[in-house]
């Protein structure tokens, strides 16, 4: 769990995903698509019920907790951009 941490804290993971002139998006970008991306890009299995965010619905830059173990988390930032 340490090693995942000094992995995933402090990392960027952009998500790029359809969005209106405002920057609002077409849905919402959940923990289970950032589970998806943590994986493809740092290789890191992440349950996605161990992730701590509210759904992103517009562009930004967000954070997300993981919890990786008892009293061992992570800090992510997720940042959303429009196609």
């Given at each position: 769990a340490n090693d995942?941490?000094?992995k995933l804290d402090g990392q960027t993971i952009?998500?790029?995903t359809k969005a209106g002139q405002s920057g609002k998006l077409f849905g919402s970008i959940t923990s289970k698509e950032l589970s998806t991306e943590i994986k493809?890009?740092?290789g890191i299995d992440i349950d996605k019920r161990k992730i701590v965010m509210s759904?992103?619905?517009s562009c930004g830059t967000y954070t997300a907790e993981?919890?990786?173990y008892t009293g061992?988390?992570?800090k992510v930032n997720v940042q959303?951009?429009?196609i």
């Open positions: 995942a941490k000094s952009v998500i790029k493809n890009k740092l759904d992103i619905k993981i919890k990786l061992i988390q992570a959303v951009d429009a």
